[in-house]
């Protein structure tokens, strides 16, 4: 081991720890019992799904160009891209997401799913 | 009769990462643009025999040529930005600190460097910050394969050493 290797190890491992405690923080923070889906295509805001009130599973497919698509289903509570044609099908292995912070990314077709918290958007409970 | 010699040279060695690159693509991955990079070996070891200029050109056409075969234009994208970032530090590295770093930090960050840069593009196709929430994963798999591979950048460098041809094919 050399001079610089011991330099270089306390920094990496610096770096993983202040980014591994950045995403458990960010995590932490926006964690919410609303779950509310949000699909975003090439930067714009698709659809937004409250899963909370979803009582049917519905399907949905997503149109990307001419040909390419992704199809997600919807149950109550979760959602999951179950198929898609881009050619490594990262989006469809990635399975149910539930939680808030947690996402499906398709980088090829520019998609990503993510599961928001907090509860802006929506009306409060009545007593 | 030295330049062909060095183009032909040059070739196996973007053809062997090709070979590297489509077999890795075989193994499941975890996340998003977890590219285990284990090609990059290849450009690795090509810096310390060559020089930069070289380990540029194989990785940039290991990228290109990568892409046709398996992936689709957005995949080179990603890979471009990785390799070219990747590549650009380990030769600032080489150059300036190579008596005061072992090889296999140089790949350890290398490898880091090449999944930030596939982040970054990631994170501006998509138009969303969140998909940093992959980071520590991808920078620990960084470091792992990393250091594997800089591992295998000594052992091939020392037996590429005993072969007489790239002798004479060295600058």
């Given at each position: 081991m050399k001079k610089g290797d011991k330099i270089v190890a306390i920094i990496v491992v610096c770096v993983l720890i202040l980014s591994s405690a950045g995403v458990y923080t960010y995590m932490k923070l926006i964690k919410s019992n609303h779950h509310i889906a949000q699909i975003k295509q090439d930067g714009k805001i698709i659809k937004t799904i409250d899963l909370d009130t979803v009582t049917q599973n519905q399907e949905l497919k997503i149109p990307y160009g001419n040909d390419d698509y992704n199809t997600i289903t919807i149950e109550p509570g979760r959602i999951k891209i179950t198929d898609a044609d881009c050619p490594d099908k990262l989006c469809v292995k990635t399975g149910w997401i539930s939680q808030s912070g947690q996402t499906i990314v398709c980088l090829p077709h520019k998609l990503i799913i993510a599961i928001q918290g907090g509860s802006k958007t929506v009306d409060e409970n009545v007593y | 009769m030295n330049k062909t010699k060095k183009m032909v040279v040059l070739s196996l060695l973007v053809s062997i990462a090709l070979i590297i690159y489509v077999i890795e693509g075989q193994i499941p991955v975890l996340f998003p643009g977890i590219k285990l990079g284990l090609a990059n070996l290849i450009s690795l070891t090509a810096l310390i025999i060559f020089g930069w200029k070289e380990a540029l050109l194989i990785m940039f056409l290991r990228t290109l040529l990568g892409s046709m075969f398996g992936g689709s234009m957005s995949a080179f994208m990603f890979s471009i930005a990785g390799g070219l970032l990747s590549n650009i530090i380990m030769i600032l590295l080489y150059k300036y600190f190579k008596n005061s770093i072992s090889i296999w930090s140089i790949s350890i960050l290398g490898a880091i460097f090449h999944n930030i840069g596939q982040l970054l593009v990631a994170s501006f196709v998509i138009q969303d910050?969140?998909?940093?929430?992959y980071l520590p994963v991808l920078l620990i798999s960084a470091v792992v394969t990393g250091y594997f591979i800089g591992i295998c950048t000594n052992f091939l460098i020392k037996h590429l050493n005993k072969i007489p041809v790239l002798n004479s094919v060295k600058k």
């Open positions: - | 910050l969140r998909i940093y929430i």
